[in-house]
């Protein structure tokens, strides 16, 4: 009976308030992620069309994931170290 009486005690308002304060925090670090799987995967793409265009091996894939990596690493950590959390 003590279980009910719990469960009448809930309050969904500042459950919502508390889950909407997390995601707000959350934000910067989510688009940072974001932004460095992009950069990663559509430069590696550019690199790979570039290399089936003019048929030059894996240097395009290498150039193109090696910038998608600085740019993705660059944007977290201008995130990271601008004090958002």
């Known amino acids: 009976m003590s279980d009910s009486e719990d469960v009448s005690k809930f309050d969904s308002a500042s459950s919502f308030t508390y889950l909407q304060k997390i995601v707000q925090k959350a934000g910067p670090a989510a688009s940072a992620s ?11 793409l550019l690199g790979w069309y570039i290399d089936r265009s003019i048929d030059t091996s894996p240097i395009g894939l290498l150039i193109g994931l090696g910038f998608g990596l600085l740019t993705g690493f660059y944007h977290l950590a201008r995130v990271i170290w601008s004090g958002e959390k």
Do not use: E, K, N, Q
Request: proline share 0%; charged share 0%.
């Open 34 to 44: 974001y932004t460095l799987l992009a950069s990663v995967l559509i430069l590696t």
